[in-house]
């Protein structure tokens, strides 16, 4: 099933074409970027279509409404904590924080360039030689924790997720979070993104 067809599947259960249309749209934040949902489809407020993958995340959340069950984890989690998140373990490390750890080793101040191009909130967090949180949809965080190469020690770059995130995404769609956000960071520095929009093209 390609991307378009669950996207109309997911506009359909939100919008049922039999349902007296009570809410002719929703406007929803990814990232802090206005965004419109409608039984017409999902666009950038003002602007064009959005990517499909990030539509799908956006419609999963609004079905969802943060009523899913799910793992209420007592602080940030890791990918790898997630339930039934071991078969895309791999995947995610390979697509997201290693990513991120080759595009921006020794360029710190591009990462932070970067991070606050999505909006991301400084944190002083001890450990780590940069740490950002985002709000990537209301009351859904992310949090970043990176550490540049320094003598033997490769770079190392940690997402963390808010403790409610089962609650409004499931593992998929969490996964798909992560890579997206790792997109987003690299297409801003002018790095090809690999999940969002078209070869070379910028989601934002």
Not at 96 to 105: K, L, Q, S, T, W
Not at 128 to 154: C, H, K, M, T, W
Not at 156 to 176: M, N, P, T, Y
């Given at each position: 099933?390609?991307?378009?067809?669950?996207?109309?599947?997911?506009?359909?259960?939100?919008?049922?074409?039999?349902?007296?249309?009570?809410?002719?749209?929703y406007r929803?934040?990814?990232?802090?970027?206005?965004?419109?949902?409608?039984?017409?489809?999902?666009?950038?407020?003002?602007?064009?279509?959005?990517?499909?993958?990030?539509?799908?995340?956006?419609?999963?959340?609004?079905?969802?409404?943060?009523?899913?069950?799910?793992?209420?984890?007592?602080?940030?989690?890791?990918?790898?904590?997630?339930?039934?998140?071991?078969?895309?373990?791999?995947?995610?490390?390979?697509?997201?924080?290693?990513?991120?750890?080759?595009?921006?080793?020794?360029?710190?101040?591009?990462?932070?360039?970067?991070?606050?191009?999505?909006?991301?909130?400084?944190?002083?967090?001890?450990?780590?030689?940069?740490?950002?949180?985002?709000?990537?949809?209301?009351?859904?965080?992310?949090?970043?924790?990176?550490?540049?190469?320094?003598?033997?020690f490769p770079?190392?770059?940690?997402?963390?997720?808010?403790?409610?995130?089962?609650?409004?995404?499931?593992?998929?769609?969490?996964?798909?979070?992560?890579?997206?956000?790792?997109?987003?960071?690299?297409?801003?520095?002018?790095?090809?993104?690999?999940?969002?929009?078209?070869?070379?093209?910028?989601?934002?």
């Amino acid at each position: 099933m390609g991307y378009r067809q669950v996207i109309e599947e997911y506009l359909e259960e939100i919008f049922p074409a039999k349902a007296p249309l009570k809410i002719p749209q929703y406007r929803l934040f990814f990232f802090e970027r206005p965004v419109l949902l409608s039984r017409a489809g999902i666009l950038w407020e003002g602007q064009d279509e959005v990517p499909e993958t990030i539509a799908i995340i956006l419609l999963k959340y609004l079905i969802y409404g943060g009523k899913r069950e799910g793992v209420y984890y007592p602080d940030w989690v890791g990918f790898r904590d997630i339930k039934d998140s071991s078969p895309f373990q791999g995947a995610f490390r390979n697509n997201v924080e290693f990513r991120i750890e080759r595009y921006f080793a020794q360029n710190t101040h591009g990462l932070m360039k970067a991070c606050e191009g999505l909006k991301g909130k400084r944190l002083k967090m001890e450990g780590y030689d940069i740490s950002y949180e985002f709000l990537a949809l209301p009351q859904v965080g992310l949090r970043l924790l990176y550490n540049d190469a320094e003598d033997i020690f490769p770079p190392q770059a940690k997402l963390l997720f808010s403790k409610d995130i089962e609650r409004f995404l499931d593992v998929e769609c969490i996964a798909g979070l992560g890579w997206i956000f790792a997109d987003l960071l690299l297409s801003s520095s002018g790095f090809k993104t690999t999940f969002t929009g078209r070869p070379n093209a910028t989601p934002f």
